[in-house]
């Protein structure tokens, strides 16, 4: 195979894995990890994955300085990336690397539905759009391909895949990171996808165990909870963790909620009876434990900063994701090590367990600039990226619209919905029905601001273009979490827009769920995702370019079920 480089010049086929220096082979002096010759803070400060933003820490000297010193002095384990590009990036990584006593882990989180956490890299479509296709295939090279970049930029540890079946539409699970509401299907494509990282050398994390299934929160600010029953909690959520885990994932990052079957009192990521015996003793996972002490919501106001990483690390997990104040956490676990509360034996345990899998890989190993150009967002790469995005496009329900032809509908009407200000990728799909028709009507909506004057453009424009089809985007951020995604507000002004021009689409590049609120709607397309390759697809699936091949990943009506695709 001849891979071809952003320029699109041909190049030796080179992965993380091949490459002499981004080799992942023992590094030697690990061989016989020293978890039981280190001093205490050591030991702590292996088991801390301290956050790391280098698009806000490389502006500020102090803020650099800061990090160098957790790494010198304190000794910390890794990073927890976010943000930043794929040149800075590596450089930053390898700069800290050279500084740190022991080799450095660092984890990334390349599932976001929201945005890509390294500017530069390859956008694949969500896991949701990938649970659309059903192809543990697709699966497989999304992990092959998000692996052998996350590698060549210094990322060891990627925290997925999200192996959560969301029931209920109010989950806040239930957002496009999740490849569907089966536990079976879950289970293939999430086995595929850590196959993949694995085959590039790169640790996969199965999340958010022991899964969010049902769980539901009153407020952002609460906890959810997991309210199934045990037998459908083992059943049905610990599905997909039993198939990972029995295929040998690397990691298991638990969940920030409660889990009414198992612990009233703590949330899994801080429970000894989820952590050590669910996961460690009933289902044997022998890998890497980890916890976010501090994510947002709940657990955040539910227990103290230096309160978390006590109970997390007391609960049998191997490694803290701690977003602020990694020095404070430390202090505060290095004196419930003194004071009994946490035993010694288990810290060295859970740092001898981090330091065997830093051996297995060469951590050290940094990508040059030009090894980069030639590995992330490749041509290739961005070409797999739109195999999966081809083949995940779901027609829900159609009026006899499809395809939008010029010769069927003339003018054509884009109604874009997007956040106000929010930094988005190109226009592709405008530009994909512009490339058909030749002529296109633009209007935007932001969301959050008033409809009306928008609504009036509309009804303004189809006056002097009465046989004109309306073609909606809805691109906001919104749109991609469960539940009502839609501003009652927004929706209200898409049924009126729609009632304005009855030969309607709607494409939702985020939550199939927005139909819901919008069942007038004469026309459903579902993209699951925003990127480009999206976009095109669904542009291209509009003009009868491409079929629609995708089938409903989770259950949107009684109507419209799990499974469901018009072709």
Known sequence: MTTR???????????????????????????????????????????LLAELRPAEHLKSAARMEEIRALVRERGVGGFHLSGGDVFETPALLASLQQVSPFPLLVAADFESDLAPPIRGITVFPSNLAVGATRSEDL????????????????????????????????????DTRAFGEDPALVARLAVAFAQGCREKGVLACARHF??????????????????AAPDRLRAADLLPFSELIRTGVDAVLTGPLRVDAIDRRYPASLS?????????????????????????GGLAGAFLPEEAPILAAAAGNDALLVPSRPGQALAAMEGAVRSGRLPEAAIRASAQRLLEIKSRLNLRASARPEVVERLVGTRDHLAAAQRVA?????????????????????????????????PGNREVFGEELRRRFGILTTLRVATGQDTTPALLRLKETIRSKPKAVLVVGLFARAAN???????????????????????SVVVSFGSPHVLRQIPEAPAFVCGY???????????RVLCGDLAPAGKLPVTLTPEYRIGHGLT
């Open 5 to 47: 480089n952003r320029n699109g010049a041909a190049a030796p086929d080179l992965d993380p894995t091949d490459d002499p220096r981004l080799s992942h082979a023992p590094e030697g002096p690990l061989s016989r990890p020293p978890a039981g010759s280190l001093p205490l803070p050591r030991l702590l400060g292996q088991m």
């Open 529 to 539: 995702a925003d990127g480009e390759a999206t976009q095109r697809a669904a542009g």
């Open 210 to 227: 022991p899964g969010m299934g049902d769980a539901t929160s009153d407020t952002p600010l609460d906890l959810p909870t997991l309210h």
């Open 272 to 296: 000894p009876a989820v952590v050590t015996d669910l996961l460690r003793r009933e289902l044997g996972f022998t890998g890497l434990a980890l916890a976010d002490v501090a994510p947002p």
């Open 390 to 422: 081809d083949a995940s496009i779901t027609l829900v329900k159609d009026a006899g619209l499809l395809p939008v032809l010029p010769h069927r509908y003339t003018p054509l009407i884009e109604l874009r919905v997007a956040d106000e200000g929010a």
């Open 139 to 174: 699966a497989r090279l999304k992990g092959l391909v998000t692996a052998a970049e996350a590698r060549a930029l210094g990322i060891h540890l990627l925290l997925g895949p999200v192996a959560d079946c969301p029931l209920d539409p109010r989950n806040p699970a239930h």
């Open 481 to 503: 979490r469960g539940g009502n995604p839609l501003d009652p507000a927004l929706a209200a002004f898409l049924q009126s827009a729609m009632r304005a021009v009855p030969a």
